[in-house]
């Protein structure tokens, strides 16, 4: 069997990588026009933490997703292979002055090995005056790390990469059993698909490496270590294209950032960078068969539409679209 993966940023590698786990004997093809620093996954964060929002098909799924996601991350951040991997274990502190829902998550109060309210002691760690506040343990994935990783271990296990922008399905080079659209906010125009929406986030990349701990401050503001760098954001903007770097959103950040924890002020910035996260209300992991005008067929599992939380759910969504690839083939689907 031969499948094509279109996308390489962490929804199309994760995807390849299942594929090859769940059909040894398959050749898997990844083909995209965009590779590692030209991906959005190269941006994030990659702290795993749902947005409260995120809704897969049912809450059922949607919950098998994040539990499948956070196993997978985990499982990697014990091995050997986690600083290659860039996988690594953060605690950290999420607050607000206006509301506590805003300090709970329902997907991982239960799945993270912590997950807890923070003392009167802990609301004051940070300037700002926060009312109510969470402390949590999770994982974070440094997507500078873990993409090129991940294309290594692909290309090990026998996969091959093909560079190529597609208009139509219909484009891709040869003959596959069926192919997983992985292509992010490509798949908008690829698919037609107008419930695809960007929502750009900039963040900035500062030197800080006294800081150990995530912190979050009502809503976009965020600070969170990584490997080498810290990331301090961020922003939503709903509908918008612009993958310019702007001073005011950069100014915003900033202020935001110091305002919750001073000693950033002395952090030098590395680099500024944009990112249009590919929004759906209902991330679309479903499959389809496509016919051509001429009357080919194709059989095709899409899995897009993570939003800002691609890092985190890839690899539970991965899981599920590689199974509705193995329905396809035994011809269980609902098609």
Known sequence: MHFGVLGSGIIGLTTALELQKEFPTARVSVIADRFNEDTVSYVAAGIFRPGTSFMGPTQEITQQWMTDAFNYWDELRRSKEAPLAGVCQLSGYIYSRTSPSIVRNHFIEKLLPVYRKATEEELKLCHGGWKYGSFFTTCLTESRLFLPYATKKFLENGGEVLRQHLNSFFDVPQNFDALLNCTGMGAKELCGDQHLVPIRGQ?????????????????????????????????????????????????????????????????????????????????????????????????????????????????????????????????????
């Open 203 to 335: 963040v900035l990349k500062v030197r800080a490496p006294w800081v150990k701990t995530a912190f979050y401050g009502d809503y976009d503001t965020y600070v969170l270590p990584g490997f080498e760098t810290v990331t301090l954001g961020g922003c939503r903007q709903f509908d918008s294209y612009n993958t310019k770097w702007c001073k005011y959103d950069s100014m915003a950040i900033r202020e935001r950032c110091f305002d919750l924890l001073p000693s950033l002020r002395k952090a030098e910035i590395v680099r500024e960078c944009v990112g249009l996260r590919p929004h759906r209300s209902v991330v679309r992991v479903e499959s389809e068969l496509i016919t051509s005008p001429e009357g080919r067929r194709l059989k095709v599992v899409h899995n897009y539409g993570h939003g800002g939380y691609g890092v985190t759910t890839a690899p539970g969504t991965a899981k599920y679209a590689v199974r509705l690839v193995r329905d396809l083939l035994a011809g269980n689907s609902k098609l």
